[in-house]
């Protein structure tokens, strides 16, 4: 038995003692478990067998090429509803102010008798310096952000009118006309952007594509605008058209300002307060889903440092910049387009409407030519995608030919008005129905080829220089709406020129056509010269951005305290970096001064 334990002992001597007590050996399974890791650790950053960069590439690629065109649909429709609302609710308000019945129940104690004409002086002239300010505010707040400000001016304007006061309704048609030119410079300027994003490089394609896209969206803005009055106003209308034509005795080409004779009694009865009070609800809500729209499903136009690149070139350079870039001839010789542009769509959605299709017709047929009009615009706004093939002056030398021809027509055409005497029937007014709403309809076409032409073309000119292009369309839109204020101060001038010399009517046109026609020839000859001068490749001149400034605060002292707390450290590093040694050759003068 001793030998039996002895030889047991001795085998045990080579083996390893078991741990005490059943006790696990932990130093084992740490090292395991940190095999396991690295084993994972190599598995996760290795290469993945079934990782597909090419279709993790095209998906993000998808993913931001719907999030364009989301942006481009949502700033579209933001934007159609705005102008629906806005032209809507100042439609229904002219119309309703303009009878004397309404201003003398409404306004007889309020002494509002000239509110209208003190709101379209806002809206109007205010925009006249807007050059000044319009690419500040878009630098300093961003395409984005300038659009839902914009339309938040608009929903102020539609407030306003729950209470009709000289303090409220006039300074909100200030702010109008204030925020008139940053919106559609924005609007411009996003639709750019958007396709500069959507394909980075060779974008000229997709900038046709979303200007087109843009435009037959919000020329509905037209059409919709007139569910307030067909919906609403066109039952308190009167249907005796010979009663408010009675005292009309031209029409068309042969009458001066909108309507002369034009009776002030135009509602056979009142509409109730609460109605109103309903439908300006109705609007200001729609107004606040525009809001909504531009401000949660349009993106960004530019990344936040590219934003502050376009700001940090100072503040007096983005001031003095839009007036430089009319050194380059190409934005030069424009100028005439941007003006006709806007002398073209105020007299179609007033000058025509009214002193051709009211007067032979009635105001109860104002919202059809309207719609015509709008429905017109915006489906012939797909024929500027002809410009994919087509070269590109075909878009607007094509409506200028349309409108052309159109002017030389409204130029002979005086139809008879629809009652040339008090109390007798209408005299073949129904027979002008069909005629006027084929102008109407043709100068859509017009309206839409130019519109589209002008912006699309802007943009390709510009498409390599993101940084000018708040510029250009800023100078665009504010020469459209000088064009607007002008036509707002011929209210009262004929529609042509009578009894007058042929060098009086060339040196000095007094007829609302005769200026349309001649802006429109000088715009066409000029944008002749333009391409002409291209196709040479004469050099145009652009004006020099600076470089962004990026000013970091405080940035010696810091240095300057890092130096003092570790000089030893830091030595090395501030060798190189000069404002480095300069807070240290500042710290070792102010040392002497002290030591001495």
């Given at each position: 038995m001793?030998?039996?334990?002895?030889?047991?002992?001795?085998?045990?001597a080579?083996?390893?003692?078991?741990?005490?007590?059943?006790?696990?050996?932990?130093?084992?399974?740490?090292?395991d478990?940190?095999e396991?890791?690295?084993?994972?650790?190599?598995?996760?950053?290795?290469?993945?067998?079934e990782?597909?960069?090419?279709?993790?590439?095209?998906k993000?690629y998808?993913?931001?090429?719907?999030g364009?065109?989301?942006?481009?649909?949502?700033?579209?429709?933001?934007?159609?509803?705005?102008?629906?609302?806005?032209?809507g609710?100042?439609q229904?308000?002219?119309?309703?102010?303009y009878?004397?019945?309404?201003?003398?129940?409404k306004?007889?104690?309020?002494?509002?008798?000239?509110?209208?004409?003190?709101?379209m002086?806002?809206?109007?002239?205010?925009?006249i310096?807007?050059?000044?300010?319009?690419?500040?505010?878009?630098?300093?707040?961003?395409?984005?952000?300038?659009?839902?400000?914009?339309?938040?001016?608009?929903?102020?304007?539609?407030?306003t009118?729950?209470?009709?006061?000289?303090?409220?309704?006039?300074?909100?048609?200030?702010?109008?006309?204030?925020?008139?030119v940053?919106?559609w410079?924005?609007?411009?300027h996003?639709?750019?952007?958007?396709?500069?994003?959507?394909?980075?490089g060779?974008?000229?394609?997709?900038?046709?594509?979303?200007?087109?896209?843009?435009?037959m969206?919000?020329?509905?803005?037209?059409?919709?605008?007139?569910?307030?009055?067909?919906l609403v106003?066109?039952?308190?209308?009167?249907?005796?058209?010979?009663?408010?034509?009675?005292?009309?005795?031209?029409?068309?080409?042969?009458i001066s300002?909108?309507?002369?004779?034009?009776?002030?009694?135009?509602l056979?009865?009142?509409?109730?307060?609460?109605?109103?009070?309903?439908?300006?609800?109705?609007?200001?809500?729609?107004?606040?889903?525009?809001?909504?729209?531009?401000?949660?499903l349009?993106?960004?136009?530019?990344?936040?440092?590219?934003?502050?690149d376009?700001?940090?070139?100072?503040?007096?350079?983005?001031?003095?910049?839009?007036?430089?870039?009319?050194?380059d001839?190409?934005?030069?010789?424009?100028?005439?387009?941007?003006?006709?542009?806007?002398?073209?769509?105020?007299?179609?959605?007033?000058?025509?409407s009214?002193?051709?299709?009211?007067c032979?017709?009635?105001?109860k047929?104002?919202w059809l030519?309207i719609?015509?009009?709008?429905?017109?615009?915006?489906?012939?706004?797909?024929?500027?995608?002809?410009?994919?093939?087509?070269?590109?002056w075909?878009?607007?030398?094509?409506?200028a030919?349309?409108?052309?021809?159109?002017?030389?027509?409204?130029?002979?055409?005086?139809?008879?008005?629809?009652?040339?005497?008090?109390?007798?029937?209408?005299?073949?007014?129904?027979?002008?129905?069909?005629?006027?709403?084929?102008?109407?309809?043709?100068w859509?076409l017009?309206?839409?080829?130019?519109?589209?032409g002008?912006g699309?073309?802007?943009?390709?000119?510009?498409?390599?220089?993101?940084?000018?292009?708040?510029?250009?369309?800023?100078?665009?839109?504010w020469?459209?709406?000088?064009?607007?204020?002008?036509?707002?101060l011929?209210?009262?001038?004929?529609?042509?020129v009578?009894?007058?010399?042929?060098?009086?009517?060339?040196?000095?046109?007094?007829?609302k056509?005769?200026?349309?026609?001649?802006?429109?020839?000088?715009?066409?000859?000029?944008?002749?010269?333009?391409?002409?001068r291209?196709?040479?490749?004469?050099?145009?001149?652009?004006p020099?951005?600076?470089?962004?400034?990026h000013?970091v605060r405080d940035?010696?002292?810091?240095?300057?305290?890092?130096?003092l707390?570790?000089?030893?450290?830091?030595?090395?590093v501030?060798?190189?970096?000069?404002a480095?040694?300069?807070?240290?050759?500042?710290?070792q003068?102010?040392?002497?001064?002290?030591?001495t």
């Open positions: 001793e030998a039996t334990d002895g030889e047991e002992l001795i085998r045990g080579d083996e390893k003692p078991a741990p005490p007590n059943g006790e696990i050996n932990e130093t084992l399974d740490i090292g478990e940190e396991d890791m690295q084993d994972k650790m190599e598995e996760f950053l290795g290469p993945q067998p990782h597909k960069e090419e279709e993790e590439e095209r993000y998808r993913r931001k090429r719907l364009v065109i989301k942006n481009v649909i949502s700033a579209s429709v933001a934007a159609m509803i705005v102008y629906s609302v806005y032209m609710l100042l229904m308000q002219l119309i309703l102010h009878d004397t019945m309404y201003r003398e129940v306004y007889s104690n309020l002494m509002l008798e000239d509110i209208d004409h003190k709101m002086m806002g809206i109007n002239v205010t925009p310096i807007a050059l000044l300010y319009t690419p500040l505010l878009i630098r300093f707040l961003g395409t984005k952000w300038m659009m839902f400000l914009a339309s938040g001016i608009y929903a102020l304007f539609v407030s009118n729950y209470w009709e006061r000289y303090y409220t309704l006039v300074p909100s048609a200030v702010a109008i006309g204030a925020a008139i940053p919106l410079a924005s609007l411009g996003y639709m750019t952007r958007m396709a500069q994003q959507y394909y980075e060779a974008c000229h394609n997709y900038i046709i594509i979303f200007h087109s896209v843009f435009h969206i919000f020329n509905l803005s037209f059409v919709f605008a007139q569910l307030p009055m067909r106003l066109h039952h308190y209308i009167t249907d005796d058209v010979s009663h408010i034509l009675c005292n009309v005795k031209d029409c068309g080409a042969k300002g909108w309507i002369p004779g034009f009776n002030t009694t135009i056979s009865s009142l509409p109730r307060s609460m109605l109103l009070i309903e439908v300006e609800s109705v609007l200001m809500s729609f107004a606040f889903l525009a809001m909504i729209m531009f401000l949660v349009c993106g960004p136009a530019y990344r936040p440092t590219e934003e502050i376009l700001r940090s070139i100072g503040w007096g350079n983005i001031f003095q910049l839009p007036f430089k870039h009319h050194r001839y190409r934005l030069r010789l424009l100028c005439p387009f941007f003006i006709y542009s806007g002398f073209e769509i105020v007299f179609a959605a007033s000058g025509f009214l002193s051709y299709g009211v032979a017709l009635g105001l047929q104002l030519i719609m015509v009009y709008g429905f017109s615009a915006s489906i012939f706004s797909s024929l500027s995608l002809s410009l994919l093939r087509l070269p590109r075909v878009c607007l030398i094509g409506g030919v349309v409108h052309g021809v159109l002017i030389v027509v409204l130029l002979a055409f005086s139809p008879i008005p629809g009652g040339d005497k008090c109390g007798t029937a209408p005299h073949s007014s129904p027979d002008y129905l069909a005629p006027i709403l084929i102008i109407a309809a043709l859509g017009g309206t839409a080829l130019n519109k589209t002008v699309t073309l802007v943009g390709i000119l510009y498409a390599e220089e993101k940084e000018r292009l708040d510029f250009v369309y800023t100078i665009y839109h020469l459209q709406a000088l064009a607007i204020f002008v036509v707002y011929w209210s009262n001038m004929p529609m042509r009578l009894k007058t010399s042929a060098l009086f009517v060339f040196l000095l046109p007094q007829g056509l005769s200026i349309l026609l001649a802006m429109l020839l000088l715009a066409c000859y000029c944008y002749w010269v333009m391409e002409r291209l196709v040479n490749k004469v050099p145009y001149r652009l020099r951005i600076p470089r962004p400034r000013k940035t010696k002292w810091q240095i300057l305290i890092a130096f707390r570790f000089p030893s450290t830091h030595r090395n501030g060798d190189s970096n000069p480095f040694r300069r807070c240290r050759q500042l710290w003068i102010n040392f002497c001064k002290k030591a």
